[in-house]
Structures are given as C-alpha cells and as structure tokens.
C-alpha cells in the first residue's frame, strides 16, 4: 500500500501534468485576482479564498509556455508548500489517479516544453504520460532567478 | 512526546525564567524572605517541570541553584553581588536550553558543569568565585534525586526498606564492561527495586562509562547481602554500599568521589520523535474573561441571525428588519473590539527585560544607573510587543553607552553620581507612546554635524543653515555612529537606522529630543493595533488601492498647470511649500493610462518631516480596513504594505506609504 502515491492530474494545453494530493489544499474555480504591482511576472496577483488572501500564480507563464484563454475548465490548484500557500491557474483538473512508486520515472533531461528542473519524474498510466511537477523548485526560485523575476 | 506539553511546559518556563530574573535583582536591591520564597518556588517549579519532561541538565541545574537559595533562604548565606552573578548566570544557562527545546526539541550541548561547579563554590562556603578551580569543583559528586525518585525512597522507608547506594569498580582489563554491569543488574533486581543509575542505565548499556557505576537500590536486604551478591560476579574488583538517608539529599556530600559521568555528557536521544520537535506555534495567554466575552457575542451574533432569516420581506417586516440590522451591526462591533481585546499583552512583558540589562551593562562600562519603569501595564498588539524588544535594547544600550556619563564626570558637572534611565509607556489618542530618556550628556550638535559632513551627507555651507532637528535626521540615516571609539554594547556602525526602519515597519514613528547635559529623550509612536486601520480608499485605473490614514495630510484638487517641472521631476507650490508628486500610475505600473482630465486629485502623504503628493483617479472615501499580510510567498513586493478584502469580496492592496516615499 505504501507504495502507491495519489497525484491530481491537470492540464497545460494538452500535457497532462501531476501534483502530489498531499500538497494540494483545494481546487477552486477561477475568481477575480488583483494584481499586485512589481511582483514577479508569472504572479498573477492574489485572491480571497475565503478570508484569506492567497498568492496565484500562472503556471504557464512559470513554465514559459504561451498563456491560454481562462475558459469554463480553467481551475486554480490551492497547494501547500510547509510555510507557503499558493494558487497555480491550470487550464484544467481532470482526476486523481494512483500511481505505483515504480511507475515513476526521472525526468528526461532533454526534450518536453517544461524545464526538467521543475520535474520530479514522469508518471506512466497505461499509454499516458504524467509529467509530475517538483513544487519545491516552482515556489522557490533560487536566488539569482528570483532577482531576474523581479 | 506530545507538542501540547512541550508547549506548555516552554510557555511556563518563559514566566519562571521571567520571574527568577526580576526577583533575582529585587533581592539583590532588597532581601526579603518574600522575595527569596518567591524565586524558590519558582525554580522548583522549573525544576519539577523540567524533570517530569526528561530534560535532565535543566532540572540538574536547577536543583543545584535550589541549593544555594536554601542556604540563603535559611540565612547561612549572605546575598553578595557575586552570589546573585552566579544565579542569574545559571538563568541564563537554563534560557539558552529553553530556547534550543523550542527550536530542536532538546536541550542542546550547554555545558553547565562550569556553573554547577560556581554554585557549588559558594555552598562550600569558599565565598567569592574562584573560576581556575572550576574543573576540580565539578568532578566532585553529590547525588541529587528527583522528586519522583524521593517519594519512592519515602515510600520505601514507611514499609522499613532501605535506599542503598551500590559504587561498583570492575577491573581495569575487563573488556564485557556492559555485560558485567548486566550482571550486576540482574543480581541486585532480585532483591528490590532499582530507582536510579549513574551514569544513565542507557549509557552503561553503551559503555558509556569508565571503570565504575552507581546503583541506587530500594530493598530489605542488609549490606552484606547486597556485596556478596555484587562480589560473586567476576571481574569486580571492589564494590562499596552506603546507606542513603532521604535528608541527605540537600546536604552538601561529605567526601569527593571521582563521578564516573561528567555532568555534561550528552544523553542518547532516548526517544526518536524528541527531534522530530522542529516548530513551535506561537500561543498568547488570554484573561478568560475576555473570551467569555468573546463567546456570549458570538452566541448573540447567531440568535440575530436567526431572527433576520425568520424576517419574511413584506414591507409591513420593514422597520423590524431594520431594528435586527442595527442590533446585528452593534454586536458585530463589539465583537470587534473583544477580538482586540484579546490580542492586547501589556509592554510589561516587554519591559521586565531591562533591570536585567541595565543591571549587566553598567557593570560592564563601570556607570551608576538607576533604571525607572513607568506605565509597564500599557497594552499593545501582540504583534507590536514582540517585535519592539530589539529596538529598545538598542535604545537603552545607547542611552547607556553614550548617553550616561561616568560616576566621575557626572559629580564634575554636579549632577548625581547615579544616572537615571526612564522606560514610559502611555495611551496618546490611538497611540501608544513609548519614552527611552535618561539624565546623560545629550546629543552634541556639532559632533553630529562634523560627522555628517565627513560622510557627505552634507557639505560645509549647507550644513550651517540646518535646523536643530534636521541636524538630529542624521543619527537615523545609516552607518552613522558618532562615537569615536566601538564599544561592545553600541555604536557599531549599524545603529539607529535599524531602530528607525524597524519602528516604521510597524506604522510608528520616532523622534529624538535633546538638550546639553540635560539628558535625551527618544520618543516611539506606535499604533494601538496594527490588524485595523482606518484608510482611504483610491481608484487608480480600474484597480482599488487602501491608503492608511495615518500617513495622510491632506487632499487637494490641483489644475494640471499647477504642476511645475523641476530638474528631478515634477512637484506643486503647496502655501509657499514646495511638494514633489508622485505619479502612482507609473510607479504601480496600472495597466489602464492616466485620465486626462484637467483636475488632478492629489492626496499629500507624510512621512516624518517630509511630504510627499500622489496623484490618484478617483477618492472612494474613508473606510476602516483590517490588514491581512501578502504571506511568504510575495513578501518584499515593494511598495505593498499588505492587503485588505473589500465589502464585495475582492482584494485591495495597501500602499506602503514608507517605501514610497
């Protein structure tokens, strides 16, 4: 039983993508954000989840792919980083699926739209692919790309 | 082990500490038998908490202090300056433990057998320390018993058993050390209870000793039993049995036995989860009657609740459903005000620090002070008091350092040989105000001002057209210090910036008085609260931002050709002052353009002495505003104070009025 992890599956355009349940707080659709000035460029602004004001970030724009159209699906994954709480826009969530510790691989170190410094591995499901997102590596930028963020 | 005790008992712990600190100095002051119960029960206390949670070198300690208070407390031992040194210094000892439990869930390796072996200096009568004997002193051994272990010597001496203590010697050459203390066990289990080894039972499982151990047995065998059992195992070379006496056990030993443990030996961490202990949460002690308080509002908040759902919306409900709504909003407001209530702590917390440091530190520069504390019931935001700590010691360190002459020089001027040091905290409007004064040689302009232009903060010419105040301005800016020589205790090049900025950070402000060999004040305004504030509202493009009331002056409604370009920007001749403007379009970068009206509303904003105008689009009024920080992840957004949730939901952003400027 241990080894078998639990992941929610989004999507960014047409890869599906992966986080940990245990990091993730709650799933919300989309909701008026306020930008805030000077932030870094992929910070989308915050918002007010239930009396708390949380951070969002826009994944895309993280990962430097294209920004998409906020449409119907589009979802903000709430995760939850020890002492951080932050908000990822993804165009949708779809299902939680389980997946066995050895159908984890490491990520490829070349090829696929997203830095494999993001990754954590890829999660094989029959013919799918699920690209498993390190969230440590998301929400804290090392020191010299936080400066250039800013 | 269970975060919930640990909490407590580091909560509780923090007031002991508190207490033995400032009784400590009262009793140096003023030896009264009060004073000296007071202090007892509060290490025994300490000392009872710290055994029942295992940390052993805290109840080790404590019970050696408690020691030496017996003796005082029984007049065999005279309160000297030096006896109160080395009490404070086992204070001290016991914070640093108390502080690695909170920050890794043990005690850490602070070494107390130096202190151990000072306290013990003075029950031997030896007087004043000598602190080259220190090693010696502490290889001599008195065993101490915890109070669990005491009662069930007491237990045992109601059912007419004994308490032997067993000194086992194996031989040198003996190589199974463990296994034959194992042996050892076995044989004297049979006859009683064991209460107590030294060293730990863990440690001599892990050979974790020389060549001898002790054994503290609870049994009705007689002397000779117990050697012949202990004599019959091979390998012992010689085995010693004394009877131990319950009274004994705050005596002083008799003779010195080499200890096979020195005190300071870590123990194994027994219990894997004791490291687990990384964090703990901030926890504030409430009046009980303030959440009673709390909870009866609430009660009343969900009967009108009811009521208004109960309302049906015909018109003829109309003036009932107003009369609900009114009562909602006044139970709604002081509900408010009870929430506040309950994070209010008085600075006395903060304040109680002090004797302590001004007592140390005019030891250390060889000055007389006496330090005043007025007005120590103030009350202030939990957030404020623990943060204002720092910036006071600093003030207080400078006051002393600087500011306080020494015995000699004050009689030369005629002043008093003992300085005076004043912490005053009082309630002005919605402010608390905090006073740092003493009686010392005040600020010398001229100093200040030679200094600033050797920095170039300013050159010679300009300089001698500078007010007084402004000239003080420059004791804030950074890397001033106009001290010539360092000392240990101030003037470190990083100074009173840091004060200022970190006052500023909590919506205070601070300013300096001073007059020539009469003294210096520094005033600290701070806000009652910093979770509400009043604040105006501004709409730039089609975003809302929160400005706090505090910082502003005025608004004024300007015509566009009242803006005067100067070389650095633009700025408005406001009654003959010239004030800069800030374009907050740019500087927030608002993705909608300016309006080009010919109108511009310009709200002057202050900070200190200077002024500042932000042109905004649209005034949306005055509204009380309840500031919610941005959270770790967008902590240094520049010019963001925080942020606030509006009526409809949405989030507004503060403006940092201080970094604007």
């Known amino acids: 039983m241990e080894d078998i992890r639990q992941f929610v599956v989004f999507k960014l355009g047409e890869e599906e993508y992966a986080v940990d349940i245990m990091q993730v707080n709650t799933i919300e659709r989309m909701m008026p954000i306020t930008r805030v000035p000077k932030a870094p460029e992929f910070v989308e602004g915050v918002i007010n989840l239930r009396g708390e004001i949380i951070p969002v970030i826009d994944l895309k724009k993280r990962f430097g792919l294209a920004p998409s159209e906020i449409t119907a699906d589009t979802r903000i994954i709430i995760v939850m980083l020890e002492d951080l709480t932050v908000g990822m826009i993804v165009d949708s969530a779809t299902e939680v699926v389980q997946l066995p510790h050895d159908s984890i691989e490491p990520p490829p170190s070349v090829g696929g739209s997203v830095s494999s410094d993001f990754l954590e591995g890829v999660g094989k499901i029959g013919d799918r692919l699920l690209i498993i997102l390190n969230l440590e590596k998301i929400l804290r930028p090392g020191e010299s790309e936080t400066r250039a963020a800013m | 082990m269970d975060n919930r005790y640990l909490n407590v008992f580091l909560e509780e712990s923090t007031e002991h500490i508190e207490n033995l600190n400032s009784n400590l100095l009262n009793l140096e002051k003023n030896p009264t038998q009060e004073v000296i119960e007071e202090i007892f029960r509060s290490a025994h206390t300490l000392k009872g908490m710290a055994g029942t949670m295992g940390f052993n070198k805290i109840s080790e300690l404590t019970h050696e202090m408690e020691n030496l208070l017996q003796e005082i407390r029984s007049d065999k031992l005279p309160v000297t300056s030096s006896v109160i040194d080395v009490l404070l210094e086992g204070v001290d000892l016991i914070q640093k433990m108390l502080d690695n439990i909170s920050a890794e869930g043990n005690e850490g390796q602070v070494d107390i057998a130096p202190v151990v072996s000072d306290l013990r200096m003075f029950l031997e009568g030896k007087g004043e320390k000598v602190s080259t004997a220190s090693n010696k002193a502490s290889d001599k051994t008195e065993e101490s018993f915890n109070e669990f272990e005491v009662r069930i010597m007491e237990e045992a001496s109601k059912k007419n058993l004994k308490t032997w203590e067993v000194l086992v010697r194996l031989n040198e050459d003996c190589l199974l050390k463990s296994a034959r203390a194992f042996l050892v066990f076995k044989a004297l289990e049979k006859f009683g209870d064991i209460i107590k080894t030294k060293p730990h039972v863990q440690d001599i499982e892990d050979e974790k000793f020389e060549n001898e151990f002790y054994i503290y047995l609870v049994t009705s065998k007689s002397e000779k039993e117990i050697l012949d059992a202990v004599n019959s195992i091979a390998e012992i070379k010689s085995v010693k049995v004394k009877e131990i ?17 020195a005190q300071s030996a870590p123990l194994p961490d027994k219990t894997a989860d004791k490291a687990k202990i990384k964090h703990t949460t901030k926890t504030l002690r409430v009046d009980i009657e303030r959440l009673d308080n709390l909870m009866n509002l609430v009660s009343e908040l969900i009967i009108i609740k009811t009521r208004l759902e109960e309302q049906d919306r015909s018109p003829e409900h109309e003036q009932k459903r107003r009369e609900a709504l009114e009562y909602l909003a006044r139970i709604t407001s002081s509900l408010h005000d009870a929430v506040m209530k309950v994070r209010m702590v008085p600075i006395e917390n903060v304040f109680n620090r002090f004797p302590r440091v001004v007592r140390d530190l005019s030891k250390e520069l060889g000055k007389q002070v006496n330090l005043v504390i007025e007005g120590a019931e103030t009350e202030l935001d939990r957030t404020i008091i623990d943060e204002i700590g720092d910036p006071l010691i600093h003030l207080v360190r400078n006051a002393m350092d600087h500011g306080i002459e020494p015995p000699a020089e004050r009689a030369g001027k005629g002043k008093p040989q003992e300085g005076t040091l004043k912490l005053k905290a ?10 740092v004064s003493d009686d010392g040689r005040g600020i010398d302009f001229e100093k200040v001002l030679e200094k600033a232009q050797s920095l170039n903060m300013v050159d010679k010419i300009q300089g001698k057209k500078l007010k007084e105040n402004e000239i003080l301005n420059f004791l804030f800016a950074s890397g001033f210090s106009t001290k010539e020589e360092v000392t240990d205790i101030s003037g470190r090049g990083v100074g009173l910036d840091v004060v200022k900025t970190k006052i500023e950070s909590l919506g205070g402000t601070i300013e300096v008085k001073t007059k020539k060999n009469e003294g210096t004040t520094f005033l600290i305004r701070l806000p009652l609260t910093l979770a509400i504030i009043q604040a105006l509202m501004v709409e730039l493009g089609k975003e809302k931002y929160a400005i706090p009331l505090s910082s ?14 100067v070389q650095n920007g633009e700025v408005i001749l406001l009654r003959g002052n010239v004030v800069p403007i800030l374009r907050l379009h740019q500087v927030l970068e608002i993705p909608e353009g300016e309006s080009d009206g010919d109108i511009l509303t310009v709200v002057i904003v202050k900070k200190g002495d200077r002024e500042v105008g932000l042109i905004v689009d649209n005034l949306l009024g005055e509204q009380e505003i309840v500031i919610k920080s941005l959270g770790n992840f967008l902590k240094n957004i520049k010019f963001i104070a925080g942020a606030t949730i509006l009526g409809n939901g949405q989030v507004a952003l503060i403006l940092d009025i201080n970094a604007l400027i």
């Open chain 2, 245 to 261: 006496k319950i009274d004994e056990k705050t005596k002083k030993s008799e003779g010195a036995k080499p200890s096979p443990s």
């Open chain 2, 426 to 435: 009082y309630h002005d409007g919605n402010n608390v105000v905090i006073e």
């Open chain 2, 552 to 565: 502003i002056k005025e608004i004024v409604i300007i015509e566009k050709h009242e803006l005067r370009k």
